[in-house]
């Protein structure tokens, strides 16, 4: 079964830093392309992020409101990816997702989630 | 970048009604579309992908249609556990979401 494990969610006062973990379990990991989306509270959801398998090139693409200050990475020896925020915004605020994003020639689509972690960014 | 809009942002209806969402992309996606059903505090589930095709294991009632810039979805037959916010999603460039579509019975 997979499972997608997010956690370091938390409040952070605005211009701070906070760094995301999501824990991988019961696919092979390294194959896997991972991305962020986020959820503002009642609000819809937004693609942040995502980072290629290292077989593909290992590259990050970044949503406009957030490039420049997030970076995603990621640690195949622990099937784990993560998402470093720095200089956070209160608009930043959100619940945020780790998804796996299934990509072949024809098709891409956001196949598995996590249950996300809360970040607050307030003063 | 492709903009998505969803219609309406909100709907209620019977059940056992035809529900349709439509999503209109500001640009020509192909079939580069999904659907997705959010359920209140829970993460989001694939409905549909690339347009039309239904997901293993997603009641029949689901289905998606369009290509190019216009693209609907439908529910035949509105069920009590279908109450959730909908999206749609691109994937021409990088990936875009829909505003959402609340569901809701009347």
């Known amino acids: 079964e997979v499972q997608l494990v997010e956690s370091g969610g938390g409040l952070v006062k605005p211009g701070g830093s906070l760094r995301l973990s999501c824990a991988a379990s019961g696919f092979t990991f390294s194959y896997a392309w991972m991305s962020w989306v986020r959820q503002a509270p009642g609000k819809g959801l937004e693609w942040v992020g995502r980072?290629?398998?290292?077989?593909?090139?290992?590259?990050?693409d970044y949503a406009a409101p957030v490039k420049g200050r997030f970076t995603i990475s990621r640690d195949d020896s622990k099937n784990t990816l993560y998402l470093q925020m720095n200089s956070l915004k209160t608009e930043d605020t959100a619940v945020y997702y780790c998804?796996?994003?299934?990509?072949?020639?024809?098709?891409?689509?956001?196949?598995?989630w996590g249950q996300g972690t809360l970040v607050t960014v307030s003063s | 970048d492709i903009q998505m809009t969803q219609s309406p942002s909100s709907l209620s209806a019977s059940v056992g009604d035809r529900v349709t969402i439509t999503c209109q992309a500001s640009q020509d996606i192909s079939n580069y579309l999904n659907w997705y059903q959010q359920k209140p505090g829970k993460a989001p589930k694939l409905l549909i992908y690339?347009?039309?095709n239904l997901e293993t294991g997603v009641p029949s009632r689901f289905s998606g249609s369009g290509s190019g810039t216009d693209f609907t979805f439908t529910i035949s037959s509105l069920q009590p556990e279908d109450i959730a916010t909908y999206y749609c999603q691109q994937y021409d460039n990088l990936p875009a979401f829909g505003g959402g579509t609340k569901v809701e019975i009347k």
């Open positions: 690339d347009a039309s």
């Open positions: 998804t796996t994003e299934y990509s072949s020639s024809w098709y891409e689509y956001f196949q598995n």
């Open positions: 980072i290629k398998s290292k077989t593909d090139g290992g590259t990050t």
